[in-house]
């Protein structure tokens, strides 16, 4: 089989570097290991940055999204029992997040790409990249216990942290970056009302929680846990109490509770490969970078890297110049780590690390007062949030 541009890999970044590339008429094939339905299904996250939703609509997925996702122009940020609103309009000039779920921008560009002739390969599960250094790189993969093999200019490695492709690259040719936090997320979805209007980020003595959604019928919500939890051990009822004591304020605000279907455990790491690159093969999203959630950056990250690649592969189509593909690392870098600071630093204020510690909630508490009360220091959070102070 042969295509222009061999894409492993059907998240949010693979299939919209598929979409991106039809649009130019540049022809690729999306490998992914997992099912059709397993993909649609799997919840991840929710929040897409101003300049993410607006490139959806773009390029034409974002119909439904505009239909059925959320516009939320803040957030609060809940401390010592005290509420306090981040207004993103006011400090970022008029811009905002959209709520929309990650699998539902899944089904839109699967969709999509189906309707407009894409190929995309299902239960198809990529083995090994070749040839990478040649200018015509393969990837072998597995269908239906057969091994076959696709041969391209380049290849995308969008197939996340787990994927064969950024193992491909030699240990000598990239230098990784972590780091690990000692705890997790426990999230759970909800059937039943939201509590609120925005999102609620909230420290307690007894650590981190989030307010969150996916509709109006559907609820999303998270707290800290130990990152080795099982989520057999949590109750239905021990969960809520946990939110409640975690999110109660000084004039008695309540949680409105619903019916749990699904518990979950997120681990909390912080990851980034440098370059991204090597010989025709380019990492996107989190083949190339993990962050911690509490920023809502994974998936905007993994947009904004298909993006630099797309414009990279259309120019090089166009005009056989390599330029903004040689650049495309570098390019990609500097947003992955303003985001990885974003990340690491929201983490840092929002969770307890050693419940033994008070004067580290003290500090903890006091950064947040500032960040409320400061409109300079607030304005850090609204534009990094919305994804505008990114690059
Ligand atoms: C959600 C996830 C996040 O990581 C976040 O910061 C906010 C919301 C969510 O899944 O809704």
């Known amino acids: 089989m042969r295509t222009q541009v061999g894409i492993v890999g059907g998240g949010p970044a693979g299939l919209l570097l598929s979409h991106l590339l039809h649009l130019e008429g540049i022809a690729s094939v999306v490998l992914e290991r997992r099912s059709r339905e397993d993909l649609e299904t799997t919840v991840r996250a929710g929040v897409l940055e101003y300049g993410t939703a607006e490139l959806l ?60 002739g894409g190929q995309i390969l299902f239960d198809s599960e990529a083995e090994s990249v070749h040839d990478l250094d040649t200018d015509s790189p393969k990837v072998r993969f597995l269908a239906d ?77 998270y707290f800290q846990c130990d990152p080795h939890d099982d989520t057999e051990e949590w109750s239905d009822a021990r969960i809520w109490d946990e939110l409640s004591a975690r999110l109660a304020t000084r004039d008695g605000w309540e949680l409105t509770d619903g019916k749990i279907f699904q518990k979950d455990i997120v681990q909390m790491r912080s990851f980034v490969c440098e370059p991204m690159q090597y010989g025709r093969l380019f990492l996107a999203g989190d083949a190339a970078h993990i962050v911690p959630p509490t ?89 990094n949030y919305v994804g505008a102070a990114l690059g």
């Open 57 to 116: 609509k773009e390029v034409g997925v974002g119909e439904r999204m505009e239909r059925e996702g959320s516009v939320h122009h803040g957030i609060e940020l809940r401390f010592d029992g005290l509420g306090h609103r981040i207004d993103f309009a006011d400090l970022t000039d008029g811009l905002s997040i959209t709520i929309y779920g990650q699998q539902e921008v899944v089904k839109d560009l699967i969709r999509t790409r189906l309707e407009t």
């Open 295 to 383: 920023g809502a950056k994974g998936m905007n990250l993994a947009v904004a890297d298909v993006r630099v690649l797309a414009r990279a592969l259309i120019e090089f189509y166009g005009s056989g110049d390599t330029e903004l593909l040689d650049a495309y690392s570098e390019t990609c870098l500097r947003r992955v780590w303003r985001a990885q600071r974003f990340s690491w630093w929201m983490t840092s204020m929002l969770h307890r690390f050693d419940r033994s510690d008070p004067f580290q909630l003290k500090v903890q508490q006091a950064e947040l007062d500032y960040v409320t009360s400061s409109r300079a220091a607030a304005t850090t959070i609204a534009e």
């Open 145 to 221: 216990g057969e091994e076959e093999e696709i041969s391209c200019d380049y290849v995308a490695g969008c197939d996340g942290f787990l994927g064969v492709c950024r193992p491909a690259v030699p240990e000598r040719a990239r230098t990784e970056y972590t780091r690990t936090y000692p705890f997790g997320w426990f999230g759970i979805l909800v059937e039943g009302p939201p509590s609120t209007k925005e999102l609620i980020y909230t420290l307690h003595d007894r650590g981190f929680a989030l307010v969150s959604t996916r509709s109006p019928e559907i609820q999303r919500l």
